[in-house]
């Protein structure tokens, strides 16, 4: 919240690895709306790997 009430942030976003479990959850408990599946978004050690994409508005924020 201090990006949006403090610094005055309209929006707020995360890249996150669909396979992170912990992070997505963290996100979506936060009020973060899945946006975007981006297929094949990264090249890794383990091969390509597709992007989850959260965002929080600053609406959203203050609704929760």
């Known amino acids: 919240g201090h990006l949006i009430e403090a610094e005055g ?7 996150v690895d669909p396979r992170n479990t912990a992070s997505n959850g963290l996100l979506k408990t936060l009020g973060f ?14 091969g ?10 600053a609406a959203d924020w203050t609704a929760r």
């Open 33 to 46: 709306r899945e946006e975007e599946r981006i297929i094949n978004a990264v090249e890794t050690h383990i």
């Open 48 to 57: 390509w790997c597709d992007s989850l994409i959260w965002t929080l508005s």
């Open 9 to 15: 942030f309209g929006r707020i976003w995360a890249d």
